[in-house]
């Protein structure tokens, strides 16, 4: 079972402001850059993320029904800022894993404890690389 909605809704408004600029630059974190389907309104989700066979995979801590998920299918991608690089993502496909095999060791028993088997992932333009931009 995800993390409760509660908890998310705590850490939107308060601890994923203060964490944001932090995590943005950590391995294993992340920040997703999307648009409101509804609103059109820009916004920022840190997220835990991995590198997985040359894509990136997020884990859904919260669920797959979340909005920043809902809005980045139907948009079918957005931009990921990893180690302090944009990257321009597509083909958002959702993934069920509950042994999260493809994670690396290191981070499987804390995914598992959170009961996190949902992930999403999304492919690179250009292998990431040539997509990448430094933050400006």
């Known amino acids: 079972m995800p993390i409760p909605m509660a908890v998310a809704r705590f850490n939107r408004r308060v601890t994923n402001r203060v964490a944001t600029p932090v995590l943005r630059r950590l391995p294993g974190f992340g920040v997703v850059h999307h648009v ?7 916004y920022r989700t840190p997220v835990n993320i991995f590198e997985v066979d040359g894509d990136y995979v997020v884990a859904l801590t919260y669920g797959r029904e979340t909005d920043w998920v809902r809005n980045v299918v139907a948009a079918g991608g957005c931009e990921l800022e990893v180690r302090g690089r944009r990257v321009r993502c ?46 400006g």
């Open 36 to 42: 409101g389907r509804r609103s059109g309104r820009a």
């Open 90 to 135: 597509t083909a958002p496909r959702l993934e069920h894993d509950p042994t999260a095999a493809r994670i690396r060791l290191p981070e499987r028993p804390v995914l598992r404890l959170l009961g996190v088997a949902d992930f999403l992932r999304l492919a690179p333009l250009h292998d990431g690389r040539a997509a990448a931009s430094p933050r």
